[in-house]
């Protein structure tokens, strides 16, 4: 199994499904899950975008075998295998021009046919070769496709697939125009069979946008003697539309997901479920380890897997749910120091969270359901209104009056609200509403006396108390 991203951008969400279903399977079975970085298109491959999809990979858990395979620093091998297909006449060099190839496409355009290479060079005698040599044109170098070739292979997911050579577009280029007597840059298709076969890949599990390219790939197996993989192609992500997930849909990459408070187990575990569904019996919350030991490609849907939000964040707040204050500290701490906010006691802190734990569905509720505790927040409307009610200010005043300075226990603080409701005349219910409109600007939010024993210490629940009153 393979993971063979290209680094023209960062981890997008479909390539990162694809390394779940190849890791899944390697572990299923026991096997190995390479990474090869396909950085031939050397003008959009960046380091930043590696870098990135390492980091994706690693922060979901989805750690491969060994050391990535850098494509480009295998381009000897590449060109050996041109050579190897020139050698045996299953390629030839093409010398149609840029111009006569656009030529050609429009005429074919212009007759509603597909767009399709005419094979026009195919066969030059050695005469015609010199004499385009000698006009100083360029080749490209292109692997003969017969019409009449049928390609068929048993695909994990889809079954029994069937490709005729004529709807593959006719002799396809598999290495860049260059100088006649040289190689050009090796293309796609090529590079991939040739680095499949050297990594003695079994499975090539990949988006069903690359059906057509195994079609083509077997054939350049076949020509170069190569033992054939088994193919998966799993279904594509769409949006709600029913479209295939693109950037215009907002959030496409791992690191978007990150940003936006998705945990990596919710994100791996979703992306588990988009296209794949487990037995029977089996829960909707699981990690990848668990998903590996019943993972198989009878289970992997045929069709487009809709992109569920919902769902996402039901498996995202079940994670956060799941989480421990101390990991959870260790989840918020950051998103908290890039607001500037910090505190020193470190069990205020572990109470802070076991306190926002319960209601987070990412990561960012974290951030604004902490504001209050961290901010002094501004009275809402709904707040100002509640302390104007009868009863209201006196049954504050009087809590004010026994409030005492420093640490309170859960204990203490019943005490106290009881005594206040005694003294005001009020009921319980109207203290405990004007309080928490006191406390925290607003009628909603975390567990009152939780939030009030948190801002005790500091002298901040007094602070707010006066500023209300
Ligand atoms: N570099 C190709 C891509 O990112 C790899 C496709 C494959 O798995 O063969 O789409």
Redesign the pocket.
Known sequence: MRL???PTGTLHIG?ARTAVFNWLFARHHGGQFLLRI?DTDKERSKPEYTANILEGLQWLGLHWDGEPVIQSARIDSHRSAIQQLLDSGKAYRCYASEAELTEMRERQAAENRAPRYDNRHRDLSAEQEQAFIAEGREATIRFRIDDDAVITWTDLVRGEMRWSGSDLGGDMVIARRAPADQIGDPLYNLV?VVDDATMAITH?I?GED?IANTAKQLLLYAALGAPEPEFAHTPLILNKEGKKLSKRDGVTSVSDFRDQGYTAEALANYMTLLGWSPPEGMEERFSLSEAAEVFGFDRVNKAGARFDWDKLNWLNSQVLHERSPEQLLEDLQPLWSAQGWSATDSSWLLELCELLGPSLVTLQDGIAQARPFFERPELSEAALQQLDQEGARPALQALLQHLPSGHLSAEAAQELLGKAVADAGVKKGVLMKTLRAALLGSLQGPDLLTTWLLLQPSGEARSRIERSL
């Open positions: 063979a991203p290209s390539t396909e991939v090539v990949r690359h």
